[in-house]
């Protein structure tokens, strides 16, 4: 099968456009990291190992993805033949965008583990670790049969592999989403506190911002994929900035918690502990009827505990504001975090 005729703007437009967006975003996601580095720099490690990764992978990423730009726009100047080839990077880019989902799709899966409200929400957050994996594997093993040849006919061949690739982030993506969209929802409903309602509020919106970008770019990398590979680079902006917006997700989720830490104060503390969210169980008695009445009692952490008395009608509500002396376990915390997507 022999691979159709490529002309010269739709591969150097495109891949221009990509290169540059890239780039843009790499910045965004420098400033993200700037600033969690002056307000969480007490974080806890496993927040920090993430953070890191991300960084180096993505100016891997980034580096790879220059040299592709470079050999189209620089080294095969005037010389459209070249554009049937392929340079060592090339394979670079399903690579690191796979490995970069992963890394923020476990992140996620981990989040919805530790909310869980049931068994239910436990095996998606197994579903969706097993998904992630799916997608990253494949990704790397197309790539890796790829790069033995770098040929268009070799690419075309590959074409369900990649497509499997995307497919399987894309459903990962949703799933993220939905699960902690019903998870956020639900404990939204269960509040009786304005101030925890406006809190998960926020949250939620992240979280469909932060979901609906990657969906949408997932999307359209697979439907250009899917419709322009072999003819053009048309799916290559989609595909540079995906692994970006995965990044950029992960470090909103991280900035947006709390921090008391102040950029010009070096010995300041940031609050590390995620928003904690907790259903308990107050009776009270009318005459001589019971009643039960559950109410939300939003928490965080700090250096110290106060509990205050809240009124429902003529009736009291006691609520509490609980600080934890010491960080949570690092895996089973004993409280359901909250955390964006």
């Not at 490690?45 to 180096?56: E, F, T, W």
């Not at 470090?251 to 928003?275: I, W």
Request: aromatic share 12%; hydrophobic share 50%; charged share 10%.
């Amino acid at each position: 099968m022999e691979a159709p005729a490529i002309d010269f703007m739709p591969m150097i437009a495109p891949l221009f456009v990509a290169n540059s967006l890239n780039w843009l975003a790499l910045g965004a996601l420098f400033v993200q990291i700037y600033y969690y580095t002056q307000h969480f720099r007490t974080d806890q490690l496993k927040y920090r190992l993430i953070v890191g990764v991300l960084l180096i992978l993505e100016l891997v990423q980034t580096a790879t993805t220059t040299h592709q730009a470079w050999y189209y726009g620089v080294t095969l100047w005037n010389n459209p033949a070249g554009l049937l080839t392929f340079p060592w990077s090339a394979c670079s880019v399903p690579i690191m965008a796979g490995i970069i989902a992963a890394v923020a799709q476990i992140f996620y899966a981990w989040r919805i583990w530790m909310l869980a409200p049931n068994w239910g929400f436990k095996g998606m957050a197994i579903l969706i670790v097993l998904l992630a994996l799916l997608q990253a594997l494949t990704s790397i093993v197309a790539s890796i049969i790829f790069a033995i040849f770098l040929t268009p006919e070799k690419l075309l061949q590959l074409h369900s592999a990649f497509e499997l690739w995307v497919s399987s982030s894309f459903v990962t993506d949703v799933l993220i989403a939905a699960c902690m969209l019903w998870i956020l929802y639900t404990a939204k409903n269960q509040s009786g506190w304005s101030r925890s309602n406006n809190i998960i509020g926020r949250l939620i919106g992240i979280t469909v911002g932060t979901g609906l970008a990657i969906a949408l770019c997932g999307a359209l990398t697979l439907a250009l994929f899917a419709t322009t590979v072999g003819a053009s680079f048309q799916y290559l902006p989609a595909a540079y900035i995906w692994g970006k917006l995965y990044s950029n997700s992960v470090m909103v989720s991280l900035n947006s918690r709390r921090s008391t830490t102040s950029p010009g104060n070096s010995t300041a503390e940031a609050d590390s502990y995620p928003l904690s969210i907790h259903v308990s169980h107050q009776v009270f008695r009318r005459g001589d009827d019971e009643r039960s009445t559950g109410a939300a009692t939003p928490s965080w952490a700090g250096r110290k505990s106060s509990s205050n008395v809240a009124s429902v009608g003529n009736k009291p509500v006691p609520f509490a504001v609980k600080v934890d002396a010491a960080p949570q376990p690092d895996m089973f915390p004993s409280s359901k975090e909250v955390m964006p997507a």
